[in-house]
C-alpha cells in the first residue's frame, strides 16, 4: 500500500492563478480531509468527506473547492489564489466509524506570490 | 466547540533526559485524544489515542501520555529522549459525533547531545 499521496510537492503560483492539490488513498477509506497548516497555527480543517459523492465544510473552507467522485481520489482546488493561502497543506484518510485514526500524506507545500 | 492548547512552543531537552508535554483541552463531553508527531519536512504520524479506559496510554516509539478529566489535561511523557524524538508534536482533540479533528498549535522539541 502507498498509503496516502499527495501530489505536487511544491508549487508556486501567481496571485489569481488557479490549481488542484491531488490527493489519492489506496485503503479504501471512506473519510478524508484537508488542512492547511500555518506557524503557529497548529492544522486547520478546509473541507472534508466522509463518502464518495458528499463533501463539507471545515474550519477555514473559503478559496477552496472540492469534490468526491470516487473513494480514492480528493482534489482541492484552488479558485483564484491568494497570497494568504501559502501554506502547507496536508490530506488525511481515515478508514470510518469507531476508527479515529488519521493517516496522512507528505504535504504540498503552497507558495502564492 | 472543542479547542486545545499546547502552552509550550518550544522545550530543549537533553538526549537521556526525561520529555513532558503539556495539552489541555476544552470539550462538553467525553473527548477523545491524540497525539500526533511531525518530522521534519513529512506528514504527521499517530503516537497514542485515548477513547476511554485507562487513562494512561502507552504508544509507540515509547511514548505514553495520561488523561486526567479534572484538569482537562492529556500530557505525553517519555522517559528517556532520543536524538531521533526532534520533531513537532501536536495534540488532537475528537469529536465523538463525527470524524473532524482539532489540534493544538504545537510543540517544537529539540534534543541536545
Known amino acids: 500500500n502507498a498509503g496516502v499521496t499527495q501530489t505536487p510537492k511544491f508549487q508556486v503560483l501567481k496571485t489569481g492563478q488557479s490549481m488542484t492539490l491531488q490527493c489519492a488513498q489506496d485503503?479504501?477509506?471512506?473519510?478524508m480531509s484537508w488542512y492547511r497548516q500555518d506557524p503557529g497555527m497548529g492544522l486547520r480543517l478546509i473541507h472534508y468527506?466522509?463518502?464518495?459523492?458528499?463533501?463539507d465544510q471545515g474550519e477555514v473552507p473559503n478559496g477552496y473547492n472540492v469534490s468526491r467522485s470516487t473513494t480514492e481520489d480528493f482534489p482541492l482546488r484552488l479558485l483564484s489564489a491568494a497570497p494568504s493561502q501559502t501554506s502547507v497543506y496536508f490530506c488525511?484518510?481515515?478508514?470510518?466509524?469507531?476508527?479515529?485514526?488519521?493517516?496522512f500524506g507528505p504535504g504540498t507545500r503552497l507558495t502564492v506570490t | 466547540a472543542q479547542s486545545v492548547t499546547q502552552p509550550d512552543i518550544h522545550i530543549t531537552v537533553s538526549e537521556g533526559a526525561s520529555l513532558e508535554l503539556r495539552c489541555n483541552y476544552s470539550?462538553?463531553?467525553?473527548?477523545?485524544l491524540f497525539w500526533y508527531v511531525q518530522s521534519p519536512g513529512q506528514g504527521l504520524q499517530l503516537l497514542l489515542k485515548?477513547?476511554?479506559?485507562?487513562?494512561l496510554v502507552q504508544g509507540i516509539k515509547g511514548f505514553e501520555a495520561e488523561f486526567k478529566r479534572s484538569q482537562s489535561s492529556f500530557n505525553l511523557r517519555k522517559p528517556s529522549v532520543h536524538w531521533s524524538d526532534a520533531a513537532e508534536y501536536f495534540c488532537?482533540?475528537?469529536?465523538?459525533?463525527?470524524?473532524?479533528?482539532?489540534f493544538g498549535a504545537g510543540t517544537t522539541v529539540t534534543v541536545r547531545a
Open positions: 485503503m479504501n477509506h471512506e473519510y
Open positions: 485515548y477513547f476511554s479506559g485507562d487513562t
Open positions: 488532537a482533540v475528537g469529536d465523538i459525533n463525527d470524524y473532524k479533528l482539532s
Open positions: 488525511a484518510s481515515e478508514s470510518g466509524p469507531n476508527s479515529y485514526e488519521q493517516y
Open positions: 468527506s466522509v463518502g464518495a459523492g458528499i463533501t
Open positions: 470539550y462538553g463531553a467525553t473527548p477523545y
